[in-house]
């Protein structure tokens, strides 16, 4: 048996303002999104128009498909982590140790990955199914009342639980083993390579690499669109006015104000890497999360939130197999129940998996960046549990908080009633005004730094994803001059859909952009369990598996001392 493939040699621009690029990939993945700029400002109805219309073509034809594949791709990472061979595999060479401590580790994860929206949605969330799901549209329960919990719960898990993780896991877990145990470049083609082999380094990888490049500026641009919201309305929870219409959503000023601030600060943190910048905000905003956290956890509802946490717990794993399978089918009557279960699920669970799925390669391949060293196993578990039990830990007590408060506390729609991004702020001020107005206040204060933080966390990482995509896998700082265009483009798209259609828009957009790479990761597990699988074989005859073993390999830039 002949040692794996080692050796991709993506074509890259020596001197000029492309210099290191992969010209193929750069311009138009470039092309691209400042086409998607221009159509949503300056023709913002006909490119509304057009967006509804294949995101209903998609919902219609595509729903099972992203229900299934998301399936698909638990099952692999459950497969991966318990099949013993594969499970000791190191993501690196012999020897190789972690680069990252475990607290940093988990919280450049947790940061980059789903920070943003535990913000906005650990409170929005369960209090939306706690008052509609699909038990309440068959009349099992009633929403808003206290046999609802439970439902409210088991939802709002499986959404932001192990079956979001394994989408990150699995992009971040093939980026990591073709680039440390191969030696090929950190992108996202490189983890086709068992089944293309040198092709990717033509015209395939190259189309391959922009679709994950235009997938993760739409993700991004979803999490983007959602802190924006919820951003305008902690200023204006601290007193800064004028950001806002009458809705309480984010009006232009506030969208551009915010844009200025967030991707200002992000481009700056980008510039100076992963182990500075990112990783020092990553810390700051996981400290600053225990802290917001036991804040719920001691003065919210501490019991009401223990039991939502083990109960909603217990309940997601024994209703998991059945959630992540099941496919809602309308009979097309309006208003039917079936109608109903079927628009709901297109509202939650599909968006959902479209949204992990346009994420995947930026979580995937800065996962992959910052877990070299690392086993398999070890990964896997890590990047599966740790930060899905973290979002658990979130919806039972922040969301538990909200839920008792209407139903026992008097909140009396305080809560309920408000913007989803305004929620979480909305209930810290009926808990606190009573004490202190200035606890309250300050309290909103600390939840708008935090929000800043994983919004500039987020948008940074993502900056410096595409930059490496686009530059074939290398990280160095050579990209500074792209670094601001990303920057700046991402910045434009947030601003160009949010002011054209609100974040429905940009959700439009995500969900069809997630369609073509959720095809890619597909093709990118059958090659990851090839590749693991003849690696297990090479292991038993002696032949060598990692690229410092193989006479004549490059390791495309890679050193055993990295």
């Not at 600060?265 to 500075?276: E, I």
């Not at 979580?363 to 578990?381: D, H, K, M, N, Y």
């Not at 658990?392 to 506390?409: C, D, H, K, P, Q």
Request: aromatic share 14%; charged share 10%; net charge negative.
């Amino acid at each position: 048996m002949s040692p794996p493939f080692t050796e991709l040699d993506i074509n890259t621009t020596t001197g000029g303002f492309y210099n290191g690029f992969a010209v193929p990939v750069a311009i138009p993945a470039k092309i691209i999104i400042s086409i998607l700029v221009v159509w949503a400002i300056f023709w913002p109805v006909q490119s509304g128009s057009i967006l509804n219309g294949f995101n209903g073509f998609i919902l219609q034809h595509f729903a099972a498909w992203y229900i299934w594949v998301v399936a698909f791709f638990l099952v692999v990472c459950i497969g991966l982590a318990i099949w013993p061979a594969a499970g000791k595999l190191k993501l690196g060479i012999e020897g190789e140790e972690p680069e990252f401590t475990n607290f940093s580790w988990f919280s450049m994860m947790f940061g980059a990955g789903i920070g943003v929206g535990m913000l906005t949605w650990a409170v929005a969330e369960p209090v939306s199914h706690f008052e509609s799901n699909p038990s309440t549209i068959m009349g099992l329960t009633t929403g808003g009342t206290a046999d609802n919990v439970r439902e409210a719960y088991q939802w709002s898990f499986l959404h932001w639980g192990f079956s979001a993780w394994a989408c990150y896991a699995i992009c971040g877990l093939s980026l990591a083993f073709f680039t440390y145990r191969r030696g090929l470049p950190l992108t996202i083609r490189s983890g086709l390579t068992p089944i293309f082999g040198n092709a990717l380094a033509g015209v395939l990888g190259h189309i391959i690499d922009v679709v994950a490049v235009v997938a993760t500026i739409l993700g991004v641009a979803q999490t983007l669109g959602f802190g924006v919201d919820q951003f305008v309305a902690g200023l204006s929870r601290i007193g800064i006015d004028g950001l806002s219409d009458a809705e309480g959503k984010a009006n232009t000023i506030g969208i551009l104000v915010s844009l200025l601030v967030i991707m200002g600060l992000s481009t700056l943190s980008a510039m100076s890497g992963v182990g500075k910048g990112i990783k020092w905000l990553s810390n700051l905003n996981m400290a600053l999360s225990i802290i917001l956290l036991g804040f719920f956890i001691i003065f919210g509802a501490t019991w009401f939130g223990l039991t939502a946490m083990f109960v909603g717990l217990w309940d997601y794993i024994i209703a998991l197999p059945w959630m992540s399978v099941n496919v809602f089918r309308s009979d097309g009557i309006e208003g039917s129940e079936s109608f109903l279960l079927a628009q709901w699920q297109g509202w939650w669970p599909v968006f959902y998996w479209a949204w992990w799925i346009a994420f995947a390669p930026f979580v995937g391949l800065f996962l992959a960046r910052i877990s070299r060293g690392r086993t398999i196993r070890e990964f896997v578990l890590g990047a599966l549990i740790v930060p899905a039990l973290m979002c658990f830990v979130w919806f039972a007590w922040a969301g538990g908080t909200a839920i008792e408060l209407e139903l026992n506390g008097g909140a009396a729609g305080a809560i309920f009633d408000a913007a989803n991004g305004d929620k979480i702020f909305a209930m810290t001020d009926f808990m606190l005004t009573p004490i202190g107005p200035w606890l309250a206040w300050g309290m909103s204060v600390l939840i708008v730094v935090l929000l800043l933080t994983f919004l500039v966390t987020s948008a940074d990482s993502a900056v410096l994803i595409v930059n490496t995509i686009n530059a074939a896998g290398d990280e160095g700082p050579k990209a500074r001059p792209h670094i601001l265009f990303w920057g700046f483009a991402l910045a434009l798209v947030v601003a160009g859909l949010l002011i054209s259609g609100g974040t429905k828009a940009i959700q439009t957009a995500m969900v069809i952009g997630a369609l073509p790479f959720s095809f890619v990761m597909v093709l990118m597990v059958i090659s990851l369990i090839k590749a693991i699988y003849n690696d297990t074989r090479r292991e038993k005859i002696g032949v060598p598996t990692t690229y410092d073993q193989i006479e004549g390999a490059t390791g495309n830039g890679l050193s055993a001392e990295m």
